[in-house]
């Protein structure tokens, strides 16, 4: 019985010592999803633009937590994105196809409240840490510097910024540097909501209303290298 008890009082204090504050600190690079979508003009029929990319944006990850214990962390966390301008080649269809192209800067800064389960739980140097899970937040989407070309005309949108629900889902693998600080490296899956731009496009000093603003989803397939220092 003594031993019993001595067994759990050093598992406790093992537990105790891998437990801990953490920060985070790297740079992540977003891959969002090719898309259909359309613009709807006030008495004419809609316009579609099939296969627009918003291409890829880079961002800063930034994230503060603790290490309940050596199998489970949570996290309060930003990912911050930065823009990036993508230019890309879509199919307008209004009764005919041309093809054209459209221009913008797509971005999210998600904030996330994560958790994520550790597979081995020891964390010290010259260890492999895998580990996976996911969170819930809040994302702040910009769709700004928003231009269409098409052979006969071109016009700039109205610039807009929504906030909408996100989530994340996804995994990593740690190597431990040393007992308190790692290289992280990640990869998940992201969905930040969408974005919608205002209904206004403007040609040559003429502003033409839609019906509806062009509607973006902003899904992405995350890749991150950060180093992680515990407390």
């Known amino acids: ?10 598992l406790t204090l093992s537990g105790q010592l891998l437990a801990g504050p953490f920060v985070r ?3 992540g690079y977003s891959d969002y999803r090719s898309q259909s979508m359309s613009i709807k003009h006030e008495g004419y029929p809609e316009i579609s633009l099939d296969n627009y990319d918003p291409g890829a944006a880079d961002q800063v990850l930034l994230s503060a937590g603790y290490f309940v214990n ?14 990036s301008r993508d230019t890309d080649r879509v199919t307008y269809t209004r009764g005919d196809s041309v ?3 459209i221009s913008a800067e797509a971005y999210s800064r998600i ?14 140097a010259g260890k492999f840490d895998p580990y996976m899970g996911g969170g819930i937040g809040l994302a702040v989407n910009r769709f700004e510097g928003v231009s269409t070309a ?28 040393s007992d308190d600080l790692s290289a992280d490296l990640s990869i998940s899956y992201t969905n930040a909501g969408s974005v919608t731009t205002g ?33």
């Open 1 to 10: 019985m003594k031993t019993f008890g001595l067994f759990c009082v050093l």
């Open 111 to 124: 904030f996330l409240v994560n958790g994520y389960f550790h597979f081995k739980g020891e964390r010290s």
């Open 25 to 27: 600190l790297g740079y």
């Open 99 to 101: 093809t054209g192209n």
């Open 150 to 177: 098409i052979p006969t005309t071109s016009a700039s949108v109205s610039n807009s910024d929504d906030t909408d629900w996100a989530f994340k889902l996804g995994g990593g693998l740690m190597y431990w540097l």
């Open 199 to 231: 209904d206004k496009a403007y040609l040559e000093g003429v502003s033409v209303p839609f019906a509806e603003g062009l509607d973006i989803d902003l899904e992405t397939f995350n890749y991150g290298l950060a180093m992680v220092y515990q407390f």
């Open 70 to 83: 050596p199998h489970f962390r949570v996290e309060l966390a930003l990912d911050m994105g930065l823009a």
